[in-house]
């Protein structure tokens, strides 16, 4: 630890990966300005982990005992490229950390996409958690079969939504509009559909193993499937594949073997199926029409999907694209348009030419892409914050010029700053929400409310 009271950072981005850079920046003896474009800190933490995984949230504990810190404070509210501008923040601040994730979503790409009753899931989920940006989305639930595209954690989850009992839904922090909407949910089955086969499924082993366990829906997965072609077989025996492939292959084997015992919903999990169009009658989904892959290795031992030429129609009411998050440009930050990322080496912000801009740093999903769990930013913080040290060492940060006072700047921009403690209100009053409920809290989804309430 270096003493340096004197230096001033600022976090734009109050999801795990600012709160991790803020820790190890407080222990470097920098003061933090943890900014936030909503008045509730935590990002994906609050809007984007399960409602039925209450546990996974307890996380924000280590969060709030960094916000403890004397020389951190939370300015909630601020948007950087609309409230504020990355130049007035260089202005004041020796470094400024970019930890604003990646909220928007990969496109498809094919015709139909834009259907009413074709999401992204990214969309889904924020509605469903109750994030301030998606409260007045609606989704329409009333049909009888659903398709989830992709493989990954999301398409999990948002199947496990669709098909929970409203008992279960209901003792969740599930924003309390989704669950109005889900409890009517006409749904009885709901499709994962997997470009390439069972063995390179993007899931981790507990959260496909809870989809063999949930309450009302069998899960269904062809024992065709399971034979795996050579390419597979070989990949997963090798270094290529890890054991959360060899173990997805193994509970999946398992469920494949499974007679299903007639409960009300099924979640069908389908392989070697690439979307190649999204159907409609007039403006409304009907069907996804998928083009039948085989697996072939790409010439570097890793299995790739090729399309077959044959394709196949399956009528469904609702498709749900869950095929990864995508980061935008913010302000005239340098951005790989390509990735979605902001241009960066290592952690350090680079021009076009590939050199460090001194004093400008990220983290997170915006940094690496939109892949990991929570405790995967910690180390991603620790490597940017290494960086920052090392440049501190060595004389290379910015060189702020505006020495005005933060709070009374950011609130000539936002007169509903909320703070720490503002945070602390809205919290309070959540669990109070929820106490009679048995809910561990009433989501606010208004910000203006959110921000009454902070200020009061
Ligand atoms: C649906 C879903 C479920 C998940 N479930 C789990 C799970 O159960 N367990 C697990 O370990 N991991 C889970 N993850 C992964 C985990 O959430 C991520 O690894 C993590 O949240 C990424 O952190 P981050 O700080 O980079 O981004 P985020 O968490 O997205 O935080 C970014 C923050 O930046 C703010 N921001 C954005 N733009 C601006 C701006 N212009 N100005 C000011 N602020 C801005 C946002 O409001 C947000 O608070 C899940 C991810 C998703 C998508
Ligand atoms: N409970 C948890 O711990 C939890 C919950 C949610 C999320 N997370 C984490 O958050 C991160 C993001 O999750 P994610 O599910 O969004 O992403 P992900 O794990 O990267 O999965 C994306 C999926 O989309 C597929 N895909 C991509 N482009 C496609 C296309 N054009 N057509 C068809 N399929 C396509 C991918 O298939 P290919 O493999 O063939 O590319 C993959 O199956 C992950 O690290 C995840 O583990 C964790």
């Not at 948007?79 to 260089?90: P, Q």
Request: contains cysteine.
């Amino acid at each position: 630890m270096n003493d340096t009271p004197n230096l001033r950072a600022a976090i734009v981005g109050a999801g795990p990966s600012g709160f991790y850079a803020a820790g190890q920046l407080l222990a470097e003896g920098f003061s933090v300005d943890l900014i936030d474009q909503l008045p509730t800190p935590f990002g994906l933490v609050r809007f984007g982990v399960a409602p039925d995984h209450p546990k996974i949230k307890n996380v924000t504990r280590v969060y709030e005992k960094t916000a403890a810190n004397e020389n951190f404070r939370f300015f909630g509210g601020v948007t950087l490229g609309e409230d504020i501008t990355r130049a007035e923040l260089k202005e004041r601040y020796d470094v400024v950390v970019y930890a604003t994730g990646t909220s928007s979503d990969n496109r498809l790409g094919i015709e139909g996409e834009d259907l009413a009753g074709s999401h992204p899931a990214t969309e889904f989920v924020a509605w469903y958690n109750g994030h301030p940006f998606a409260a007045n989305k609606s989704f329409d639930l009333n049909c009888e079969r659903a398709v989830v595209i992709g493989n990954g954690n999301v398409a999990i989850d948002v199947a496990r939504m669709l098909v929970l009992d409203p008992d279960e839904v209901e003792p969740t922090d599930t924003a309390d509009h989704a669950i109005k909407t889900l409890a009517e949910c006409g749904i009885k089955e709901v499709i994962l559909l997997g470009r390439r086969g069972p063995a390179q499924a993007a899931f981790t082993n507990p959260e496909l193993l809870e989809l063999g366990e949930l309450k009302r829906a069998d899960v269904i997965v062809d024992p065709a499937d399971m034979e795996l072609d050579e390419v597979s077989e070989t990949w997963l025996a090798g270094e290529g594949a890890d054991p959360t492939n060899r173990r997805n292959v193994e509970i999946m084997r398992e469920y494949s073997t499974r007679t299903p015992e007639g409960k009300t919903h099924r979640v069908v999990l389908k392989y070697l199926r690439s979307p190649v169009e999204i159907l409609g009658d007039g403006d409304k989904v009907t069907g996804i029409r998928v083009g039948i892959n085989k697996i072939e290795d790409d010439g570097n031992g890793n299995p790739r999907a090729v399309p077959t030429g044959e394709t196949e129609d399956i009528e469904c009411g609702l498709v749900m694209r869950s095929i990864g998050y995508r980061g935008e440009p913010l302000d005239d930050i340098p951005f790989e348009p390509k990735r979605g990322l902001i241009r960066n080496d290592g952690g350090r912000v680079t021009d076009d030419q590939g050199v460090p801009i001194p004093g400008e740093y990220v983290t997170g999903w915006i940094k690496r892409g939109p892949s990991g769990v929570i405790g995967t930013n910690k180390k991603d913080s620790a490597d940017t914050v290494a960086k920052i040290v090392e440049d501190r060492e060595a004389g290379r940060l910015g060189s702020p010029s505006v020495s005005d006072d933060t709070e009374s700047w950011l609130r000539s921009r936002v007169p509903n700053l909320t703070s720490w403690e503002g945070w602390g209100k809205i919290d309070r009053h959540e669990i109070a929400l929820g106490e009679p409920q048995g809910r561990p809290r009433v989501k606010l989804v208004d910000v203006a409310e959110m921000a009454e309430i902070a200020n009061s």
